[in-house]
């Protein structure tokens, strides 16, 4: 093996022919270019270069070694340059999952504007109801997953990154269905189909708090993940469902979707998450980047 460090003042000589000019190109000595050569063709136990007081030129072998060797160095920054990108989160593989509901927000946008200016992250894309998203970042399969359920353990980074305006899913037999908006007291005599609790506590929580404050009691018929399901319940008349107002682009011919006005369900907060231990630099670009 030989000492890399040598060939930057060995291609100089090859390429200028002169010992004084190899010199100014690495700068240094002329009498340090002449020491690296002669390690390096010690530890190559060939000669490299034949020199004269006139002339200065490669051997057969100094020939071939200097075409390897100029292979090397352009291999060797490639590698530095990689690694460079790599740590500092500019090249990588992501993997994002993207719970249906998010496509009607501002978060797709988000998404395209990051792929311009990062064209070395190579994203792949699973668009699933929320909780399934939950399951595959357990499992690795995913890196970031982005939806409206908040995953609070000590395992999970989770940080909120946008709002979402939310509607009630009426069927469209329903007298409501006609109004240009809805708060919960125009809806406490309804029945609800709601996600679980145990996927969405927070929301849950805050939907029962909201009704007791009205003097009402909240009436589920039915609990259903993910949104699409729960239309579905609310086509076939088992009740209603409070879901992202961008579901109304559906165009359902049994469904209508009314803007909901309330202080603290009115708008649904959306969570970029990812697995702590999975916290790589491309996976901190990414969640930089669509925050803002």
């Known amino acids: 093996m030989f000492d890399t460090r040598l060939l930057p003042s060995f291609i100089a000589v090859a390429q200028h022919q002169h010992f004084g000019k190899a010199a100014v190109a690495v700068h240094a000595t002329q009498p340090g270019v002449s020491q690296h050569i002669a390690k390096l063709e010690a530890q190559l136990k060939f000669k490299l270069i034949e020199r004269t007081k006139r002339s200065v030129a490669l051997t057969p072998a100094g020939e071939a070694f200097y075409r390897q060797a100029k292979k090397l160095i352009a291999t060797i920054e490639h590698m530095h340059e990689e690694g460079l990108q790599i740590a500092t989160g500019l090249m990588g593989q992501l993997a994002v999952g993207i719970a249906s509901s998010v496509i009607y927000s501002d978060i797709p946008d988000r998404i395209a504007r990051f792929k ?70 125009m809806l406490r005599s309804e029945r609800f189909i709601v996600v679980p609790r ?95």
Request: hydrophobic share 40%.
């Open 198 to 292: 145990e996927y969405d506590a927070q929301s849950h929580d805050t939907l029962l708090a909201r009704m007791r404050a009205l003097g009402a009691t909240l009436n589920i018929s039915a609990y259903e993940t993910p949104s699409l399901n729960a239309i579905a319940r609310v086509a076939v008349g088992e009740g209603i469902a409070l879901l992202p107002l961008g579901y109304r682009s559906e165009h359902h011919d049994t469904v209508h979707m009314v803007k909901l006005r309330d202080p603290e369900l009115g708008m649904a907060k959306l969570y970029a998450t990812c697995r702590t231990e999975n916290m790589r630099p491309v996976v901190e670009r990414f969640l930089q980047a669509i925050q803002r």
């Open 116 to 185: 311009i200016g990062n064209e070395s992250i190579q994203l792949r894309f699973i668009v699933q109801a929320g909780n399934f998203l939950k399951e595959l970042v357990d499992g690795g399969d995913l890196d970031v997953v982005i939806s409206q359920l908040p995953m609070k353990d000590e395992a999970y980074h989770s940080v909120e990154i946008a709002r979402q305006q939310m509607g009630v899913a009426l069927p469209k037999s329903n007298p409501l269905a006609n109004r240009q908006y809805l708060t919960l007291e």
